[in-house]
C-alpha cells in the first residue's frame, strides 16, 4: 500500500511541477500615437509644429477667402454681362486657384516631414522602450504591441492595452 501510495504522490507531484513550469503567455498593447501626443503635447518642438500648422491654416484662409470674392465679382460682371471683365476674373481666379493648390501642397508636406521628425525623436522612444520594458517585466507580458504599426491586430480585448499605463509611468 505503502509503495501504491508512493507513486500515487510522485505521479501528482510530477503532474504539478509540469503544469507549474508552463507559462502562460500574456500579450499587452499601447497605442503609440496617444503616448506620442501625450509626451510631446507641451514640448516646444511640438508648441512650435502646431503653431506653424495654425499660420498656414490662416494662410490658407485668407488665401480662400480672397478667390470667394473674386468669385462674387465674377458672378456681379456676368450678371452686368461684362464680358471682358468675365475673362479676366476667369484667368485670375485660375490662377490664384492653382497657386493655392501649389502652396497647400507645399506646406503639407512641410508640416509632415515636421511631424515625422517629432515621431522619430531618439528621446522620446529610448524612455518609451525602457518604459515598456519594465511594464512588461512587472506586468508579466511576455510582448507588447504596438496598435500602429502592425495591421495583423484585429482584435484585443482592452484589459490588455497598457497605454495608459505607459502615459502614467512616463509621468504625463
Do not use: H
Not at 45 to 61: G, L, M, T
Not at 150 to 165: C, F, G, K, Q, R
Amino acid at each position: 500500500m505503502n509503495k501504491k501510495f508512493f507513486i500515487v504522490i510522485l505521479g501528482v507531484l510530477v503532474l504539478c511541477g509540469t503544469l507549474g513550469a508552463q507559462q502562460i503567455t500574456k500579450f499587452g498593447v499601447v497605442d503609440t500615437s496617444r503616448v506620442y501626443e501625450s509626451f510631446f503635447r507641451e514640448t516646444g518642438p511640438v508648441r512650435n509644429y502646431e503653431s506653424k500648422k495654425a499660420a498656414f491654416q490662416q494662410e490658407i484662409n485668407e488665401l480662400t477667402q480672397e478667390l470667394r470674392e473674386l468669385q462674387v465679382q465674377r458672378a456681379e460682371y456676368q450678371k452686368n454681362k461684362n464680358e471682358a471683365g468675365v475673362l479676366r476674373l476667369d484667368a485670375e481666379i485660375a490662377r490664384r486657384t492653382q497657386y493655392i493648390t501649389e502652396y497647400t501642397s507645399a506646406k503639407n508636406m512641410e508640416l509632415e516631414t515636421l511631424r515625422r521628425s517629432l515621431q522619430t525623436s531618439d528621446a522620446f522612444y529610448q524612455k518609451l522602450y525602457s518604459t515598456l520594458e519594465r511594464i512588461a517585466e512587472d506586468g508579466g507580458y511576455s510582448m507588447i504591441l504596438s496598435l500602429q504599426d502592425s495591421n495583423s491586430i484585429l482584435w484585443y480585448s482592452p484589459s490588455v492595452d497598457v497605454t495608459d499605463e505607459v502615459i502614467s509611468a512616463l509621468g504625463l
